[in-house]
């Protein structure tokens, strides 16, 4: 029989930086960005993480250590789809055993299940993604996801997609406080140039505004 701690782990990659994005933007975070993901979007950028049989397997155990040795208390559990992974929920409980602050980053197309997340980071994919609606929108998840306190991230380029924001507020009862607006685009130019125009839908909405930290600093890097 396996223990839990022999585990395999597929694992993309794992490093050490600062969360880029979001309500815990530039707290220093050890990354662990699981493999495989099948939602698919079209402006995806770690598509390297698609592929569930892709990146290196570790053991839970080898896995827990590495992030131990990393020395940050944040840890940020991304993919890659992470809810789509079967080690997901010894992952987090082997996290939280050793004492760490668990943020999960997600697409919310899969329920989440019981697991001691302490943030969970729930990027809900627009029309502009060129995911069909049935995958990345469902009502199911989104609402548990809401019930549990989770922050609903959605990346925005034009008003229509800032309408798209609000319907799906509308529909399933989000607090306007826990939306979170960031500017599409994987190049600093880009970012640079959405910024006014996502904090004032921010301001007008009552949402947050977020930069894309990692991308106004060091582009579309890999590791950072």
Not at 63 to 92: C, M, S, W, Y
Not at 104 to 111: D, F, H, P, S, W
Request: some cysteine.
């Amino acid at each position: 029989m396996t223990s839990p701690t022999d585990l395999p782990v597929r694992v993309s990659e794992v490093f050490t930086s600062i969360q880029g994005e979001g309500p815990s933007l530039g707290t220093p975070s050890v990354f662990v960005r699981l493999q495989g993901c099948g939602v698919g979007c079209v402006w995806c950028d770690t598509r390297y993480s698609w592929q569930a049989h892709g990146g290196d397997e570790l053991t839970l155990e080898a896995l827990l250590r590495r992030v131990k040795d990393a020395i940050a208390q944040n840890v940020v559990v991304t993919g890659g789809e992470p809810l789509e992974h079967p080690a997901f929920a010894p992952l987090v409980a082997g996290l939280h055993a050793l004492g760490l602050r668990v943020e999960v980053e997600t697409a919310g197309t899969e329920l989440p299940p019981p697991s001691p997340v302490d943030q969970w980071n729930v990027s809900l994919k627009l029309a502009h993604s060129g995911v069909p609606v049935g995958r990345r929108l469902r009502p199911e998840a989104i609402e548990r996801f809401r019930d549990l306190g989770a922050w609903f991230k959605f990346v925005v380029a034009a008003e229509g997609d800032v309408d798209e924001v609000l319907a799906i507020q509308s529909r399933h009862g989000l607090a306007p406080e826990r939306i979170v607006l960031m500017p599409l685009g994987m190049l600093r130019a880009e970012q640079l140039a959405l910024m006014p125009r996502v904090v004032e839908w921010s301001r007008r909405h009552g949402f947050r505004f977020s930069p894309r930290l990692h991308i106004l600093i060091w582009g579309p890097r890999r590791g950072v």
